[in-house]
């Protein structure tokens, strides 16, 4: 059975992301912070006869991030497939002439630190098998930058540059790479923002190999 380990999971995308890979038989591994609501998106995703566990851990401490990766591999084997999309609603955004060191760095050690490590901890075996697929999201500020998310779109821009030089890296190793940016109030009554919707492209993704890059855009009324 392939896997699908998701970091940043949570009741509105992630979960979604969950069933889409789940309907197509994969094992979802779940990595938050918050042991409880790992719990709860567990136990929804059982009652869909979706093979599921959560594994506790935090961006902002890699340790927990290299033990909750070592957890799935106890328990699942090789991660085939890691999607990378937490948030943190703790650091604020700031406008463009407001950002200075103390407002950027936590972003950029939160969104790209957590991503240069959590990708080591699946890229190595994926090298080594030949397989594997890699989705980072960000906001869609990553790509059309929002003056008063100035600190946040910075962190994102440097995650997207980093993730399409990571899939021109591992392409030659069978391994796909993309970076999904979305321009939308997830969840927030658009037919198109509803996660469940979005979701649904990750899969495709997955199976396509298409692009390194997909903008996902639903904003117009």
Known sequence: MPV????????GLGIQIAHAFGRKGFAVAMVARNAAKLDALVAE???KGIDAAGF????????????????IKQRYG???VLEYSPADPTLH?????????GTLQPQIDFYIGGALHTVRQVAADMIAAKSGTILITTGGGSITPVPALANIN??????????????NELKPHNIYVAHIAISAWIGAGHPGAAP?????????LYETRAEPELHYVALDK
């Open 154 to 167: 910075i962190a994102a821009a440097g995650l997207r540059n980093w993730t399409l030089n990571l899939h």
């Open 93 to 101: 955004a700031v406008g463009v002439l407001d950002v200075d060191p």
């Open 78 to 80: 090789k991660v085939d």
């Open 56 to 71: 506790v851990g935090d961006i902002n401490k890699p340790d927990t991030i290299t033990e909750a990766f070592a957890a």
């Open 196 to 204: 469940d919707v979005i979701a649904a492209c990750y899969p495709e």
């Open 4 to 11: 699908i380990a998701i970091v940043g999971a949570g009741p």
């Open 45 to 47: 995703l059982h009652d």
